[in-house]
């Protein structure tokens, strides 16, 4: 499974940015999501899709971020509105594999800057 993360870069404060993450391979995928690490920082969930369309946000990106799927795809987008400069961090798209028999597996992408500006 491989992951190709896209979307990252500079804006200011109050702009928008959309992130997108790719799967390929052939093994079912269960939950999709993203997470971010600041320099220094724990890597944090910022938004997760389950494979029945549940959503989860982290409480500081509640009302501002949308995370979303397509099943056929199997791409995962987050849109980000109304950016502050501490969601300035590395962000990192994760997902999670299905194989029968197997338990589930974690796979995570090269991660992607967003450096939001005052």
């Known amino acids: 499974v491989e992951l190709a993360e896209s979307g990252g870069g500079l804006v200011r404060a109050g702009g928008s940015l959309t992130l997108s993450c790719v799967a390929s391979?052939?093994?079912?995928?269960?939950?999709m999501g993203w997470y971010r690490q600041a320099p220094g920082d724990q890597r944090q969930l910022v938004a997760v899709?389950?494979?029945?369309?549940?959503?989860h946000y982290a409480d500081s990106v509640k009302g501002r971020f949308t995370i979303s799927r397509d099943y056929a795809k199997n791409t995962v987008q987050l849109q980000m509105n109304n950016l502050k400069p501490e969601d300035t961090s590395v962000y990192f798209c994760?997902?999670?594999?299905?194989?029968?028999?197997?338990?589930?597996?974690?796979?995570w992408g090269q991660g992607t800057q967003v450096t939001v500006s005052l």
């Open positions: 391979g052939d093994r079912r995928v269960g939950t």
């Open positions: 994760k997902i999670t594999t299905i194989q029968l028999g197997r338990p589930p597996s974690d796979h």
């Open positions: 899709v389950s494979s029945g369309g549940s959503k």
